[in-house]
């Protein structure tokens, strides 16, 4: 039996392994290449919270510093980075780790305040070093920060 190569086609491989499983081949299973893939997943999880966290921190830090601006297209973008960072953690309780964990937030605000720059042309170093608001306020349906005047 010829097996498929995990370089050549991850779509034909995943089937196959998969299909091993099924069939309780496990002497046939590519271990090595099975155990990354799982590990994959969880990094992918990680990646589509810090994502979503950066959209929403970028909205928040445009919403303190371009008040002028805010308005329903905000409001929604940053109502729904909430509404699916929630179903997230709800789904993927270990996922809550990241918000505990401070290098994470680091990345997750250097990231917004990189994108912030972009969006607004106001200077990197004009936002805080840091996130200035608790993960509840960030998170809480109904807060938004105050503006800087």
């Known amino acids: 039996m010829s097996l498929t190569d995990y370089n050549h086609d991850i779509i034909a491989w995943a089937n196959e392994q998969a299909r091993l499983v099924r069939n309780k081949q496990f002497d046939l299973l590519d271990l090595e290449h099975i ?6 997943v969880g990094k992918s999880e990680q990646r589509e ?3 979503r966290m950066t959209v929403l921190l970028c ?5 303190v510093y371009q008040p002028a601006r805010q308005g329903s297209s905000w409001q929604a973008t940053i109502k729904t980075q909430r509404n699916r960072i929630t179903y997230r953690l709800k789904k993927t309780p270990s996922l809550k780790t990241c918000l505990e964990d401070s290098e994470w937030w680091a990345d997750a605000w250097a990231d917004a305040r990189d994108a912030a720059t972009k969006e607004t042309a106001i200077a990197y170093d004009q936002f805080p070093d840091q996130c200035p ?17």
Not at 133 to 149: A, G, R
């Open 59 to 63: 909205h928040l830090i445009k919403w």
């Open 35 to 40: 155990a990354e893939e799982i590990e994959d």
């Open 133 to 149: 608001w608790t993960v509840q306020n960030i998170l809480s349906e109904d807060w938004f920060p105050q503006c800087s005047d």
């Open 49 to 51: 919270l810090a994502s």
